[in-house]
């Protein structure tokens, strides 16, 4: 059995730009653009970038919901864009995906317990079905007499919840959260992270986690992958990624969670970039990051760096300048001695 429950190779979704007037083709937008990525299993893999830079459009392609423009992506070793209908089928009851806004991704006409049913009867669930759901509904911590209730009558965590126990309701072993908390409010956004957490272990479940908010990241996360434009520009464990990110993007990221403790608070240095994240549509030549890039040399233009090891190959960054392992930002701004750009 492989290591690695998921992998992407050369991934990318070119969606195409068309032109009302001419009716053709004028160009793509390159919402993922040469993506490789590897999930262990049982392990929760955090996937960071700021809005549009391709994160949900990944979790689609990684989902076979949509069909790449290149590349592969494997599922338990088997590439699963060569499967059939009735093979696909059979793929998707073990990779399911929750979705940020849960009042939109439920049906406003069924009652909770035909939502939650609706997955097991799709894939001719052998059990008694109420009784799964039932169990469901108190794994996600609602109680039985939510069964016959509608959507509208539930706070947005409870919906939360409803959506994720339509996720497992059929055991699946990849959970791809697609900001599963953004639109919470921040008192219960901790509760739907504790839930996932306990699932996590309680089922054995990989998972993807997407989200921008990276001081969430730090809690769940065992790994982090930094998206930029459409590329990953940098994975490491989470530990590393946050106590010594080495792309100059990532260290901007970082540089803006709040700390808090007030002292260090009012000692952080925040690295705010120049400039909006550009189209991608037309991204930059060479490092993408480069206009915006405050170690950004002349050879940025002109060459695309890769994703390659730095020191040990848990932690992959793509970047000509990287900084330094002993640049720790915490502690630099914790002591207030920080440098120039490192
Ligand atoms: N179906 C589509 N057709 C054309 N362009 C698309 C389509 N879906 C997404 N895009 C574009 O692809 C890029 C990446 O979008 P995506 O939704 O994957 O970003 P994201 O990182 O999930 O952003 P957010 O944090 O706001 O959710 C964006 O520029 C978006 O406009
Ligand atoms: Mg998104």
Known sequence: MSEYLLEARGLKMHFP???????????????VDGVDLKVRRGETLALVGESGCGKSTLARLLLRLLQPTAGQVLFEGDDILIYNNAQMTRARRDMQLVFQDPY????????????????????????????????????????????????HEFSGGQRQRVGIARAIALRPKLLICDEPISALDVSIQAQIVGLLQDLRSELDLTCVFISHDLSVVRHIADRVAVMYLGKIVEIA????????????????????????????????????????????????????FHPRCPRAQTSCSQTTPQLEALGGDRHLASCFFPLSTDARFGDHAADGAVPGHR
């Open 237 to 288: 464990d989470r530990a590393e990624l946050y106590d010594a990110p080495r792309h100059p993007y990532t260290e901007s990221l970082m540089s803006a969670i709040p700390v808090p403790d007030p002292v260090k608070e009012r000692q952080r240095r925040r690295i705010v970039l120049t400039g909006d994240l550009p189209s991608p549509a037309a991204p930059p030549a060479g490092c993408a």
């Open 104 to 151: 939109a991704s439920l049906n406003p006409r069924a009652t909770v317990g035909k939502i939650i049913a609706e997955p097991l009867r799709v894939h001719g669930y052998d059990g008694d079905v109420k009784a799964r759901v039932r169990e469901l509904l108190d794994m996600v911590g609602l109680r039985p007499e939510h069964y016959d209730r509608y959507p």
């Open 17 to 31: 730009i068309h032109s009302e007037v001419l009716r053709r083709t004028q160009g793509h937008v390159k919402a």
